[in-house]
């Protein structure tokens, strides 16, 4: 079967860096993608990583390592703002995403 | 901006009513998307298009269809909702082989 997995919740301090890391094992991949989801809001686009290595955007960041089926989303200098579910999502053989749970972002001042 | 829009974005009805979910988008998106959310939990796949007249049921149809005459519309309907139906639906679009998804805002639905 297909699976995304990262956790649940997740807490840091405002100012501070969080790293969210995601393991998965599809049929196929054709890129990973992180998006951002504030309570009650639609997801939005973050990152899409397709190759090993990192991709950097502003204060986020994201990794891929296609070998160990992994990836994480660093966040810096963390804003009250970015309390947030944070979601994984991998493109399979057939070009469907495969979502994780989501990972909930509690900042804390 | 995304300009993808959903009615109603709140709904309550009764067991055994027929409801559609509207989802317009502006941008000329070919792939359209339905999925289901409940709280905490991952998005689940109902139906998809990509493009007029082509649609395909996701992981989870649930007694749903879809149709897509126009680019830009892509409604759900629900003919008998059930209390299992309660959930967030959400439409999104996106273009070519991009996996870059862009969201309605959802569509809350409580089947009572």
């Known amino acids: 079967g297909q699976n995304i997995d990262q956790p649940t919740e997740m807490t840091a301090t405002e100012g501070a860096i969080v790293q969210i890391n995601c393991t998965y094992q599809t049929s196929g991949f054709n890129g990973l993608f992180w998006y951002q989801q504030h309570a009650g809001e639609a997801p939005t686009f973050l990152s899409y990583?397709?190759l090993d290595g990192l991709e950097e955007k502003g204060r986020f960041s994201s990794f891929l390592s296609r070998s160990k089926g992994y990836s994480y989303l660093l966040l810096k200098e963390l804003q009250m703002k970015d309390s947030a579910s944070y979601l994984c999502a991998v493109r399979d053989s057939n070009y469907q995403l495969i979502w994780g749970a989501g990972t909930k972002l509690i900042i804390k001042p | 901006e995304a300009d993808i829009y959903q009615t109603p974005r709140y709904l309550v009805i009764g067991t055994g009513k027929k409801i559609t979910l509207e989802c317009s988008q502006t941008?000329?998106?070919?792939?359209m998307y339905w999925y289901q959310q409940d709280p905490g939990m991952e998005l689940h796949l109902i139906h998809y298009s990509y493009g007029v007249n082509s649609t395909e049921k996701g992981d989870l149809s649930s007694e749903s269809t879809v149709s897509r005459i126009r680019t830009e519309h892509f409604p759900l309907t629900l003919e008998s909702a059930r209390p299992s139906h309660t959930s967030q639906y959400l439409c999104?679009?996106?273009?070519?082989?991009?996996?870059?998804?862009?969201f309605g805002e959802g569509s809350r639905l409580t089947v009572l």
């Open positions: 941008m000329g998106h070919d792939k």
């Open positions: 990583n397709v």
């Open positions: 999104a679009s996106s273009e070519g082989d991009s996996g870059e998804l862009f």
